[in-house]
């Protein structure tokens, strides 16, 4: 079991919720740095999903997003060349990178969301309130993962019968295609399996009670005041404008004084927190065995 | 494997399309425009860049633009300055040169890009449009009329002066009546 999986679900939820929508909306360098450097190190340390084999994914994702920006947005004030009569200027590259980040810290945030909270925890949030609504939720979240499985498994049987065997890349790709296709009717009759399945056990009904694991400790409360707490403190920073940052038309310079000194490491320990909690109690963990 | 070979054929295919409708040319080589030089028989324009406007409203201004450095504090981009006309010229041909002689920023979208089939002016001297509230953007006058033509579409005579201005409110403020449907005025 890992550390953070024990949290409370709404504490969780809590959590990344706010720590996502810093990442999304406040695009200062420093903050897209601690977000992707965040998540990637919770990614690390959790064991959460093949991140070595995914980074053949991260890597041509972050270049590609970082070369399309400055050929569509020629603003800035130093073109670096013309390229059919329009700049390619040094902000726009410089942007580029930077909007790279946010979308891969994004996108990992969004992985390690999907890790910690299973099915069971978002019916237990929203369950009561929105049953339909959380169902579908839940349904989407783990749509990818199980979608994988059983592409495994079509296309395992489709070699099983001989079919797109050979080695051509053109014919691997036809092979895919048709696997995919037979996935996309898969797919949609599960779904409508499911919603059959959990209205015949009347979900959503009146009256119907839950049992959830879940208790909302001392440990979760101080979790989210904590989070709570660096979110008025990041967002209040960036509304009194102490980190305000521009891309266009000149990079404005970076300006370090106290104020933006503070916002930078609120976020900072906001972003490492579930890190520091993992290391926190796998130092626990060492010093209990260490013991016997 | 064949079929590999194929695919193959047709993705390099495609890049060299795609690298042969490019032009690439250094900072150096964009700006080097050659101006005629202006000898007594040659036909004339002058042309003006002015956002007096925005010094008006420079409360709708986006913040990251306040500076002396992309709104002059007298308004004036580029002072009149005369030009030779070429035969055939446009308008947006005379802004064209003016602002690559004087490296002058300027972003636009061409005639094919948008379906007046007329260039449109984006920003000058990195003023876009929608910079300095919601309702801005670039103008040109003629002679101190508003032709109601794209910039690419109208051809000056002998003489003319060409102004581009700036407006924050759909041209009101620059004189213009058009825009609200009282033109001849």
């Known amino acids: 079991?890992?550390?953070?999986?024990?949290?409370?679900?709404?504490?969780?939820?809590?959590?990344?919720?706010?720590?996502?929508?810093?990442?999304?909306?406040?695009?200062?360098?420093?903050?897209?740095?601690?977000?992707?450097?965040?998540?990637?190190?919770?990614?690390?340390?959790?064991?959460?999903?093949?991140?070595?084999?995914?980074?053949?994914?991260?890597?041509?994702?972050?270049?590609?997003?970082?070369?399309?920006?400055?050929?569509?947005?020629?603003?800035?004030?130093?073109?670096l060349f013309f390229l059919n009569g329009n700049p390619v200027t040094l902000e726009a590259v410089i942007?580029?990178?930077?909007?790279?980040?946010?979308?891969?810290?994004?996108?990992?945030?969004?992985?390690?969301?999907?890790?910690?909270m299973t099915s069971d925890k978002l019916l237990y949030i929203m369950g009561r309130a929105v049953p339909a609504l959380s169902l579908t939720v839940s349904m989407a979240l783990r749509f990818v993962p199980m979608f994988k499985r059983q592409m495994k498994k079509v296309s395992a049987a489709q070699k099983g019968m001989g079919l797109y065997s050979s080695k051509s890349y053109t014919d691997r790709i036809r092979g895919a295609l048709r696997v995919f296709a037979a996935m996309v009717s898969w797919s949609l009759e599960n779904a409508m399996e499911t919603s059959c399945a959990m209205k015949a056990r009347g979900y959503g009904l009146k009256g119907r009670t839950n049992f959830a694991i879940f208790r909302f400790t001392l440990r979760d409360c101080i979790f989210t005041v904590t989070t709570l707490l660096l979110l008025a403190a990041v967002i209040g920073g960036y509304a009194l404008g102490y980190?305000?940052?521009?891309?266009?038309?000149?990079?404005?310079?970076a300006d370090i004084n106290a104020g933006s000194a503070a916002v930078y490491v609120s976020f900072a320990v906001m972003a490492f927190l579930p890190f520091m909690i993992e290391v926190k109690e796998a130092l626990k963990w060492k010093y209990f065995v260490s013991k016997i | 494997m064949k079929k590999d070979i194929l695919a193959i054929f047709a993705i390099v295919l495609?890049?060299?399309?795609?690298?042969?409708?490019?032009?690439?040319?250094?900072?150096?080589?964009?700006?080097?425009?050659?101006?005629?030089?202006?000898?007594?028989?040659?036909?004339?324009?002058?042309?003006?860049?002015?956002?007096?406007?925005?010094?008006?409203?420079?409360?709708?201004?986006?913040?990251?633009?306040?500076?002396?450095?992309?709104?002059?504090?007298?308004?004036?981009?580029?002072?009149?300055?005369?030009?030779?006309?070429?035969?055939?010229?446009?308008?947006?041909?005379?802004?064209d040169r003016a602002v690559r002689h004087d490296r002058i920023q300027m972003e636009y979208q061409g005639a094919d890009k948008n379906k007046f089939g007329s260039v449109y002016i984006q920003g000058i001297n990195y003023l876009y449009e929608f910079s300095c509230g919601p309702l801005s953007g670039w103008l040109y006058k003629v002679n101190g009329q508003?032709?109601?033509?794209?910039c690419s579409e109208y051809e000056p005579k002998d003489g003319d002066v060409i102004e581009w201005v700036y407006t924050c409110d759909l041209g009101k403020d620059a004189g213009c009546g058009w825009l609200q449907g009282r033109q001849g005025e």
């Open chain 1, 1 to 79: 079991m890992k550390a953070f999986d024990e949290i409370d679900p709404v504490a969780a939820a809590v959590y990344f919720v706010s720590v996502m929508l810093v990442g999304m909306f406040i695009s200062a360098p420093m903050i897209q740095l601690f977000s992707l450097l965040g998540a990637a190190a919770f990614c690390l340390i959790g064991g959460r999903g093949e991140i070595k084999s995914d980074l053949g994914f991260y890597i041509p994702m972050f270049i590609m997003i970082a070369l399309i920006n400055p050929l569509f947005s020629h603003n800035g004030v130093t073109p």
């Open chain 1, 95 to 116: 942007y580029g990178i930077v909007l790279a980040v946010m979308m891969t810290g994004i996108l990992l945030w969004c992985r390690n969301f999907t890790k910690v």
């Open chain 1, 243 to 253: 980190i305000d940052f521009y891309y266009y038309p000149r990079i404005s310079a």
């Open chain 2, 14 to 95: 495609i890049i060299a399309v795609i690298i042969n409708g490019t032009e690439i040319q250094s900072v150096e080589e964009y700006y080097l425009t050659h101006i005629d030089d202006i000898t007594p028989e040659s036909e004339t324009v002058t042309i003006s860049i002015r956002c007096d406007a925005v010094l008006d409203n420079y409360d709708d201004l986006d913040e990251n633009l306040r500076s002396e450095e992309f709104v002059p504090p007298d308004g004036e981009i580029l002072p009149p300055t005369e030009y030779v006309l070429r035969d055939g010229d446009s308008v947006f041909d005379i802004l």
């Open chain 2, 146 to 150: 508003f032709p109601n033509y794209g």
